[in-house]
């Protein structure tokens, strides 16, 4: 799969953005998609992950700001970033694999987006 991350950019604290990620390949609606993220000097970390079937898992710090979706029909998995801090300015990757368990680890996804620049001021 190739996949293409857009919607990032800057904007203030407690603003929100949608961050998309589209999908190409046939089997999209069969992987796994998840969002992590990479700040300047830092590891690259997750932030939320949604099965093929539509479950989905946070890491703490987004869960009740950030919300992930999947719309299989446009191949494409977003992510709503809503209360924005500025320790949430990061690239922002997306991932994909046909993974069932690990959601939350990088290595268990086979393919990866170019990554789209998140700034959040404050």
């Known amino acids: 799969a190739h996949l293409v991350e857009s919607g990032g950019g800057l904007v203030q604290a407690g603003g929100s953005l949608r961050l998309s990620c589209a999908a190409s390949?046939?089997?999209?609606?069969?992987?796994?998609m998840g969002w992590f993220r990479q700040a300047p000097g830092k590891e690259r970390e997750f932030v939320a992950a949604i099965t093929w079937g539509g479950s989905s898992l946070y890491e703490a710090s987004a869960k009740g700001r950030f919300t992930i979706s999947r719309d299989n029909a446009k191949n494409t998995v977003y992510l709503q970033m809503n209360s924005l801090k500025p320790e949430d300015t990061a690239v922002y990757y997306c991932?994909?694999?046909?993974?069932?368990?690990?959601?939350?680890?990088?290595?268990?996804?086979?393919?990866w987006g170019q990554g789209t620049q998140v700034t959040v001021s404050s």
């Open positions: 390949g046939r089997t999209f609606s069969r992987y796994a």
């Open positions: 991932a994909a694999g046909g993974l069932i368990t690990g959601l939350s680890v990088a290595g268990r996804y086979d393919y």
